[in-house]
């Protein structure tokens, strides 16, 4: 699979259409665009193993070169409820599970609030499986890079009912630049499947008065798993 993505599988596609010298200036200017549709055909066939090895050895984008590992979901694979955060942390980088650190304790209290058990009735993932450096938000470049490998996932869990944490999230699964204000409480479609958008976590360490806010997009997403065929 991963010859598949070799530069040289890249420029031979191209050398019909130009000199050499452009064939050269393609592939080392637009790697990411030429490669991203192919990584997805590639992706959209695989397995949980196969899935977790491309993780593993990802390089499609500069996040590579930052992580110590990286972080691809955990829960159980056919789990009602998918959660859908932004990207690694430090602690997340260190332990190659997402949501470990202070907004992981807060999401499994949140979780637990609502009867749900991470392990159990959950998975959780990310937009992307790289930490950003110095946790900053993925850029829309970044979020492209990673989406074959959370697409597929969400192909592979099919969850009942999907939770976008935070604006980066509702943006990538939404395809939307709106303000999480507006997305809230109502009920939209990522794919055929029912999808609510709410704070993540850790705007909520920083904003503890939208806790109750939170709690309310929690109760609604509960309700609308309940009432889901």
Request: glycine content about 10%; proline content about 5%; charged content about 30%.
């Given at each position: 699979m991963l010859k598949e993505l070799e530069l040289a599988s890249v420029v031979g596609l191209y050398e019909a259409r130009g000199t050499r010298h452009e064939t050269q200036e393609i592939a080392q200017g637009e790697q990411a665009i030429v490669l991203a549709p192919?990584?997805?055909?590639?992706?959209?066939?695989?397995?949980?193993?196969?899935?977790?090895?491309?993780?593993?050895?990802?390089k499609a984008c500069g996040l590579c070169q930052h992580?110590?590992?990286?972080?691809?979901?955990?829960?159980n694979e056919s789990a009602p409820w998918l959660f859908v955060g932004e990207g690694p942390g430090a602690d997340?980088?260190?332990?190659?599970?997402?949501?470990?650190?202070q907004?992981?304790?807060?999401?499994d209290g949140m979780l637990a609030a609502i009867g749900i058990?991470?392990?159990?009735?959950?998975?959780?993932?990310?937009?992307?499986?790289?930490?950003?450096p110095g946790n900053r938000t993925?850029?829309?470049e970044e979020a492209a890079a990673c989406a074959?490998?959370?697409d597929r996932q969400i192909e592979l869990i099919r969850p009942r009912l999907v939770v976008a944490l935070g604006k980066t999230a509702a943006t990538r699964l939404l395809?939307?630049?709106?303000?999480?204000?507006?997305?809230?409480?109502r009920v939209h479609q990522y794919k055929g499947t029912p999808l609510i958008v709410t704070y993540h976590p850790a705007y909520l360490l920083r904003s503890l008065p939208e806790k109750a806010k939170a709690w309310e997009d929690l109760t609604f997403a509960r309700k609308t798993l309940a009432s889901a065929p």
């Open positions: 192919r990584a997805s055909r590639l992706v959209d066939a695989m397995d949980w193993d196969e899935l977790r090895e491309a993780v593993r050895e990802c992580r110590k590992q990286t972080v691809f979901g955990v829960g997340e980088d260190e332990q190659g599970d997402p949501f470990v650190g907004a992981g304790k807060l999401l058990a991470r392990g159990r009735e959950a998975y959780i993932a990310n937009v992307v499986k790289c930490r950003p993925p850029t829309a074959p490998f959370l395809g939307t630049e709106a303000s999480l204000a507006s997305l809230r409480g």
